[in-house]
């Protein structure tokens, strides 16, 4: 977990998606035999997008893996060294150094890190952010004092001064989640809302769909491992956001769910009553065909889903509360029309 201060706020802290580098890769760096992509410490730094549009509620994934300096490759011997003494990230107005956004992690141990920065700085959360061009940071320090740092550029779009809502410690409790078949809303107790473009079952195009029957109908919610999850009433679980991480090198959630598949974080949905099917998450829709009946959201959405999935991960409340609810076909095909806009 990371904690974002300059202040005494805080930011989410995740593990970063495979979808950006390969499995192979991944083990590579946590080993620190990758050849040195970047620095002893520091490898696979990311900041996705490179743009940010704060009135779409969008938000940007700041990513990086800390070597395991101490293992040698293929992690048959240890080596001797000095290990991490502390891990932070930091967002400045390029120019100027005066407005600051810091990322600390409590616990600094090799692997996956990210933090999700929403465009607001430390000194002023409810101030709309500027447009313009901003410094990412990371630094690592090590436990004989050296220091290893990196940066990134992020450019924040926002021209008509919008302040960002719903935002994480805004003090505003999440309302609900409403998926429609076509869209996931979630709105905080002020009316504040994201959008993000979803989508439940398998599509035409998926590979494990060998009726290339469009699954996403609600007529086919009754289908396991193919249908839409059903309509009805379902909840999250406060601190109920998982992440994966690279175990003996395989790309796997806590469960031992494949992570490529998954992307790079997810939230179990709970049925208020029990029914013949469960086990569904909130998560990216990698690969865009399509889930097995779990809401998964659209990849071109994922700056959207970074800042939803930030403030399920930060909220306040002992349980948010999801609703499904499939229009008929004809309105359907509205939701489904309007939501491509």
Known sequence: ??????????????????????????????????????????????????????????????SFVIR???????????????????????????????RQRTFLWSEPKSGYKVAIWDGTFADGRSRPPATGSYRVWVIVTDESGHSERFSRRINVVNPGGAPVLPRTNSGRALRELAFDGARAVLVDEGGNSVHVRA??????????????????RPVY??????????????????????????????????????????????ARLRPMKPG?????????????????????????????????MALIHWMTNDTLKVTVDYPNENERRLVLAESTR
């Open 199 to 216: 989508v439940s079952g398998l599509l035409p195009h998926n590979p494990e769909n060998n009726y290339r029957l469009d699954y996403t």
């Open 68 to 98: 395991d300096r101490r293992a040698a490759a293929a992690g048959f011997a240890r080596a001797s060294g000095p290990g991490v003494q502390s891990i932070e990230s930091y967002v400045t107005f390029e120019g100027s150094g005066h």
């Open 221 to 266: 919610q009754a289908i396991p491992d193919r249908g839409p999850i059903p309509e009805g009433e379902y909840f999250i679980l406060r601190n109920a956001v998982q992440y994966p991480n690279v175990v003996d090198g395989e790309w796997r959630y806590p469960s031992g769910a494949e992570g490529e598949r998954w992307g790079p974080l997810r």
């Open 276 to 308: 013949s099917r469960d086990d569904f998450f909130l998560h990216l829709d990698v690969a865009g065909d399509g889930t097995a009946g779990c809401i998964g959201a659209h990849p071109d959405d994922e700056a959207k889903f970074n800042q939803m």
């Open 1 to 62: 977990m990371s904690s974002s201060s300059t202040t005494s706020s805080s930011e989410v802290s995740l593990q970063a998606t495979s979808r950006r580098f390969g499995v192979g890769l991944i083990a590579a760096t946590l080993l620190g035999c990758d050849g040195g992509r970047e620095g002893p410490w520091i490898a696979a730094f990311e900041v996705a997008p490179s743009v940010i549009h704060i009135d779409r509620g969008e938000s940007a994934r700041i």
